[in-house]
């Protein structure tokens, strides 16, 4: 849903669960200093679930969102932000910021400095799936002191959610809890999330620096482009990583950690993902979810719905059902 920063601090109010038109997401924008772009413009449902914001201390935001993405649809967040940390708890979120693109599924975040439409954050959300993020902002540096040096130095990254962090997160959100402690408890697991966030920053620094170093010789990175494009290209085979590691020219386990090291995901998280996109496509069209599991790679139709479910948060025959 919408990832705004703090600057405007009146609250889209709780729903249990609400539709969202084109119309409703404008109005919403206009207000928060997003700009909205839809497949269907008009009364017709974008999303659909619930949203809820907590103003959490002055220039400190927390927003979860909670929804089924009926129809495709764009934001860009124009507004300035000194910290966003954005977590997928369920589904995926392609961003981009700047010229790069990074795309987030379940359990994974990113952390940036959003300065205004110079540096502004898109991002497109897919149709037919459950979605399910918290974004939060920060302001400015003085919100809280002890980041400050970290948020005047830090750039975008990508991480992990810890599996502890992930699951206190999924009990506070799915309990049922007065305001007030419900209020107190998302402001310790948002204090959480910064400190894991900028412990990951620490932590990624090295690679960073090493990838803006250029440790990966020209004609290496073009070899592992290779690899990468025949994947993106061929999803459907069967791969091994000793056949991968020939047409790079290097070993299976030099393969393993330069693409890594390249890409920020392995060899097979790359081709499953790959793999996955093109199903979604193949569902749209109309096809089976066996036709599709064959054409994508996948020999058992489980091990593909398996797949699908745990990538999109959603089966893909609900979602052949939401596409019809």
Not at 175 to 187: K, N, V
Request: net charge positive; aromatic share 6%.
């Amino acid at each position: 849903m919408p990832y705004s920063s703090t600057e405007n601090q009146h609250a889209m109010p709780p729903t249990p669960c609400q539709r969202y038109c084109g119309d409703d997401l404008s109005s919403y924008g206009k207000r928060f200093g997003i700009a909205y772009r839809f497949s269907c413009r008009g009364h017709l449902p974008v999303v659909q679930g619930r949203v809820e914001e907590f103003a959490l201390r002055p220039g400190m935001r927390l927003t979860h969102s909670d929804v089924e993405v009926l129809q495709h649809y764009a934001s860009t967040s124009l507004q300035s932000a000194a910290l966003l940390v954005l977590v997928v708890l369920e589904g995926d979120v392609t961003l981009k910021l700047g010229d790069s693109e990074l795309r987030l599924t379940s359990g994974q975040a990113v952390s940036t400095r959003l300065i205004g439409s110079t540096h502004a954050l898109h991002a497109s959300q897919a149709p037919g799936q459950r979605l399910r993020t918290l974004a939060l902002g920060l302001e400015n540096a003085a919100v809280l002191p002890e980041l400050s040096p970290a948020m005047e130095t830090s750039s975008r990254f990508a991480w992990h959610l810890a599996e502890p962090l992930k699951r206190a997160l999924e009990y506070a959100l799915e309990g049922h809890w007065q305001a007030g402690p419900h209020r107190l408890m998302m402001e310790g697991l948002a204090l959480q999330l910064l400190a894991h966030a900028q412990h990951a920053g620490h932590a990624d620094a090295p690679r960073r620096d090493a990838l803006a170093g250029g440790s990966c010789a020209p004609r290496e990175q073009a070899r592992l482009e290779d690899v990468r494009q025949r994947l993106l290209e061929q999803p459907m085979e069967d791969y091994r990583l000793e056949d991968l590691a020939r047409i790079a020219a290097m070993s299976p386990s030099s393969l393993r950690s330069k693409f890594r090291q390249a890409y920020g995901q392995s060899v097979f998280d790359c081709l499953r993902e790959q793999r996955l996109t093109l199903a979604r496509e193949y569902l749209a069209q109309g096809l089976s979810v066996q036709q599709t599991a064959l054409r994508c790679g996948y020999r058992h139709p489980s091990n593909f719905t398996t797949a699908f479910r745990r990538h999109f948060g959603v089966s893909p025959r609900r979602l052949a059902r939401t596409l019809a």
